[in-house]
C-alpha cells in the first residue's frame, strides 16, 4: 500500500492532466452533441422528406456501429485523407457525431410528444416559426430532455476511455503509461475505474437532485 | 495523390472478417447469457429488501458508472496480480457479463414490477407453492415484459465487443485495424466493419420485433 501510494504520488502531475483531459473531453464533446443533436432531432421531427431521410440514415448508421469503430474510422480516415488532424481533435469529432446522434434522437423523442395543438396555438398569437420553437417547444422539450441529457453525460464519461486506443492522453492513456512504468497493474487499474466511479456517481446524483427539483414544480 | 478503391483485398479475406463478426455475437451472446443469470438473482434479491437490496444498489451502480474499457484491462490485466489468470476470451466474456449483468437488473427489476399483483394472487389461490409461482407464472410474465429492453441490450452488448480488440481478441474491430494496418486500404477496412456491424444491428432489431409480435404481450 505505501509502495501504491509513492508510486502514485510520482505519477500525480500525469494522471490529473489525464483527468482533467478527461473532463474536457467529456463536457466538449456533450456540449457539441447537444447542438447537433437539437438539429438533427429538429430536422427529424419537422424536417420535409428532403431533410428527414437523409437525417435519419445518418442518425440510423451513427447509432448502429460501435463507437469504437467511428473512432477509429474517423481517425483513420481523417489522416488518410490528408486532413492532419490531432488524436484529440478526431477523438472529439467522433464523440461529438456520436453524441449527437444519440441527442437526435432523444430531442426527436420529446418534440413528438408536445402536442401539435401547442404549435397552433403559437401559430395563432402570430409567433414566428423560430419563436414558436424556442419559446413554446425548447423549454418543454429540455426538462422532458433533462433526466436522459444527464445520463448521456455520464455515458460520455465512459466513453471517452475509448479515445485512449488512438492515443489521446486521457485519464485511462495516462493511467496506462504509469502501469508501463511500475507495472502495478492493479492498483492503477483500480484507481482509475475509482476515478470514472467517482465522476459518473456525482453525475449521477446530480441528476437525481434535478429529476426532484423538476417533479417538485 | 489519387486513391483508387481496391475491393478486392477485403474480398481475399472476407472469411477472416464474418468469421470476426461471428466471434463478436459468441462473446454478446455468452456475455448475455451469464449477464441475465446475475441480473435475475440480483433482481430477485434486491425484491427480499434489507441488506440484499443495499449490496444489489451497490453492485449496480459500480459497474454502471465504471467504463467497460476500464473493467476489461483491469479483469485481463490486473486480476493476474491476484492469481486470478484467465485466457483473453474468457477474461473479456466474465468482463462484460458482469458489466452487462448491472443494466440487466435494472431491467429485470423494472419487468418485475410490471408483473400485476392480482396474477400472483390468483396463482397463491389455486395452491401454488412459491417455487411454481414463480417458475410457471411470475416468469413467463416477466421475461415477456423485459423482451424489448433485453433485445437492445444484446444489441448495445455485441457493439460492446469491438471493445475486445483492444486485448487483442480476434474479432470483426481487430481484423479491420490489421487489414488497416498491413494493407493501408484505410477506406475499404472501415467500412466494410461498419457496414457488417450496422447490417448485423439492423438484422438483430428485425428479429426482436418478430419475436415481439410473435409472443404478444400479457
Known amino acids: ?217 | 495523390m489519387g486513391y483508387s478503391f481496391n475491393f478486392g483485398v477485403i474480398w481475399a479475406r472476407i472469411d477472416v472478417f464474418l468469421l470476426g463478426l461471428a466471434l463478436g455475437l459468441a462473446l454478446a451472446l455468452a456475455a448475455l447469457a451469464i449477464g441475465t443469470v446475475l441480473g435475475l438473482a440480483a433482481a430477485f434479491a434486491a425484491e427480499a429488501g434489507g441488506v440484499r437490496r443495499k449490496l444489489v444498489a451497490v453492485y449496480v451502480s459500480l459497474f454502471r458508472n465504471t467504463p467497460l474499457l476500464v473493467i476489461v484491462l483491469f479483469v485481463y490485466f490486473g486480476l493476474p496480480q491476484w492469481g486470478l489468470r484467465f485466457g483473453k476470451l474468457e477474461s473479456f466474456i466474465l468482463a462484460l457479463a458482469v458489466y452487462s449483468g448491472a443494466y440487466l437488473t435494472e431491467v429485470f427489476r423494472a419487468g418485475l414490477s410490471g408483473v400485476p399483483k392480482g396474477v400472483i394472487d390468483a396463482g397463491r389461490a389455486m395452491g401454488l407453492k412459491r417455487l411454481p409461482l414463480l417458475w410457471r407464472i411470475v416468469l413467463p410474465i416477466m421475461l415477456r415484459n423485459c423482451l424489448p429492453a433485453l433485445g437492445t441490450t444484446f444489441i448495445s452488448l455485441f457493439k460492446d465487443t469491438s471493445l475486445a480488440a483492444v486485448i487483442a481478441v480476434p474479432e470483426l474491430t481487430y481484423e479491420a485495424r490489421k487489414l488497416n494496418a498491413e494493407t493501408f486500404r484505410v477506406a475499404e477496412a472501415w467500412a466494410t466493419a461498419s457496414v457488417l456491424y450496422l447490417a448485423t444491428c439492423l438484422l438483430i432489431a428485425a428479429a426482436l420485433r418478430f419475436a415481439e409480435r410473435r409472443f404478444p404481450k400479457f
Open chain 1, 1 to 217: 500500500m505505501a509502495d501504491f501510494l509513492h508510486q502514485l504520488w510520482i505519477a500525480r502531475f500525469a494522471l490529473t492532466q489525464g483527468l482533467i483531459l478527461t473532463l474536457w473531453l467529456s463536457l466538449v464533446s456533450i456540449i457539441a452533441g447537444t447542438i447537433l443533436g437539437i438539429l438533427g432531432g429538429v430536422a427529424l421531427t419537422y424536417g420535409g422528406r428532403l431533410v428527414r431521410w437523409p437525417v435519419r440514415a445518418l442518425v440510423d448508421a451513427l447509432r448502429g456501429i460501435p463507437v469504437l469503430v467511428l473512432i477509429l474510422a474517423v481517425f483513420y480516415l481523417l489522416t488518410f485523407a490528408g486532413i492532419n488532424f490531432t488524436a484529440v481533435e478526431s477523438g472529439l469529432i467522433a464523440l461529438s457525431l456520436f453524441s449527437g446522434a444519440h441527442m437526435a434522437e432523444i430531442v426527436r423523442g420529446a418534440l413528438s410528444a408536445i402536442p401539435t395543438g401547442q404549435i397552433d396555438a403559437g401559430k395563432a398569437l402570430g409567433l414566428s416559426s423560430f419563436r414558436i420553437f424556442a419559446l413554446v417547444l425548447l423549454p418543454q422539450a429540455a426538462r422532458m430532455i433533462m433526466p436522459v441529457w444527464i445520463n448521456t453525460g455520464a455515458e460520455l464519461v465512459k466513453t471517452s476511455t475509448l479515445l485512449s486506443v488512438i492515443g489521446t492522453g486521457e485519464l485511462l492513456f495516462r493511467t496506462q503509461e504509469v502501469i508501463g512504468r511500475n507495472f502495478m497493474t492493479l492498483e492503477f487499474y483500480g484507481f482509475a475505474g475509482a476515478l470514472f466511479f467517482l465522476i459518473n456517481f456525482a453525475i449521477e446524483q446530480a441528476g437525481r437532485v434535478i429529476d426532484r427539483r423538476l417533479a417538485a414544480r
